[in-house]
């Protein structure tokens, strides 16, 4: 199993600015998902192995942008123009070539955007 690490999470302010980054142990597709607390888990983003593949959920659409470094095996989420609906735990999500789903899964890192 790919093993996925995030960082990059913390506090902001609404119209802020975050960077999040997942180092993988391998290139794979990738994508971040997020869960606000009482919600479900949702998709925001996704890249594919090569980064020529690129779809984003409907609420991040414009203000949040993913893209990968394949030197480093790493793919970022570039979240602008917050909300503090965006207030959630992110995740990073892999899949293996030839799969359909998701197959690895990060820790988890928190994002809370204030007013």
């Known amino acids: 199993q790919v093993q996925l690490v995030e960082s990059g999470g913390g506090l902001a302010q609404a119209g802020g600015s975050l960077r999040l980054s997942c180092a993988a142990s391998e290139r794979i597709s990738m994508a971040w998902f997020r869960q606000a607390d009482g919600k479900e888990r949702e998709f925001v983003a996704h890249i594919s192995y090569s980064g020529s593949y690129i779809t984003y959920g409907d609420s991040v659409k414009g203000r949040f942008t993913i893209s990968r470094d394949n030197a480093k095996n790493t793919v970022y989420l570039q979240m602008s123009s917050l909300k503090p609906e965006d207030t959630a735990v992110y995740y990073c999500?892999?899949?293996?070539?030839?799969?359909?789903?998701?197959?690895?899964w990060g820790q988890g890192t928190q994002v809370t955007v204030s007013a």
């Open positions: 999500a892999g899949r293996n070539i030839g799969s359909t789903s998701y197959d690895s």
